[in-house]
Structure formats: C-alpha cells, structure tokens
C-alpha cells in the first residue's frame, strides 16, 4: 500500500480533535478504505506521530487503535494544519525533493518564509524580482 499524505494528515487533525478519554478506530475516512486508514495509523505509530494500542478482535487480526497525538505528532500538525501552508509545503517538496517525506516536512521552511516561497520567484519583499 502507498503513503498519503493527504489521509495522514488528516488523520492527524481528527486525533487531535478528539475528546479526552476517546480514542480513533480504523474506519473509512472520505475515499479511504478502513484497511487504508488502519495502515496509515500503523505507519503513524512507527514514526512516533500518534500514541498507539492494539485491539485484538476475537475474528481477525490485530488492529492498531489511535490513542492521542505525541509530542512529534503535535509539532508536525503544527506545522502543516493551515491549508495555504500545507499546499505550500507540498509544492515546494515536489519541486526541490520531487517527493514529500516525513524529515522534508519537519525541515521545510517556517510559514513566512513557505507562503512568500509559494508565491513563486517573481518578487521579492521590497518589489524586486528575484530569480
């Protein structure tokens, strides 16, 4: 199965968004699968993103259960939450990286810098065109 970004990183906006004492359970979110979204709360936990638990059902395999956001997981939110500047982020790691990777988010450039990034190399902050 294929990363997406998009899915993690809305999953991450609906743990954060959960009540104290609530927990996520795989289920399908939008376009995606509950066996998606329960991969993508798998890979979640081994990047240290969210607090994890494992549902054993009686008729299946083990399931990884989203408890909470960690430290890690907070932070990245942080930094991708706003939609301009996730779709800044996401721009900018195509064109440099050709990809979106989980250092390149944590590294890619503060919100200033990543919206006026966005806007392209026509102009810089006193009017100048830079290239």
């Given amino acids: 199965m294929k990363r997406d970004w ?3 990183r809305e999953l991450l906006l609906q743990i954060e968004a959960l009540e104290t004492g609530h927990h996520f359970y795989p289920q ?7 066996e998606s979204v329960s991969y993508h709360i ?13 549902h054993h059902p009686w008729n299946g ?21 706003e939609e301009a500047l996730w779709e800044a982020k996401k721009a900018y790691l195509q064109a440099r990286a050709g990809g979106i990777t989980y250092e390149g988010l944590k590294n890619a ?3 200033d810098s990543m919206l006026f990034a966005s806007r392209g190399s026509e102009e810089g902050h006193n009017g100048h065109v830079y290239n």
């Fill in 28 to 34: 399908q979110v939008g376009e995606h699968s509950a």
């Fill in 42 to 54: 798998h890979l979640m936990c081994q990047a240290n993103l969210i607090e994890c638990s494992q």
């Fill in 61 to 81: 395999a083990p399931v990884s259960i989203a408890n909470g956001l960690t430290l890690t997981g907070h932070d990245l939110l942080d930094g991708i939450r």
């Fill in 6 to 8: 998009e899915l993690i």
């Fill in 109 to 111: 450039p503060t919100a």
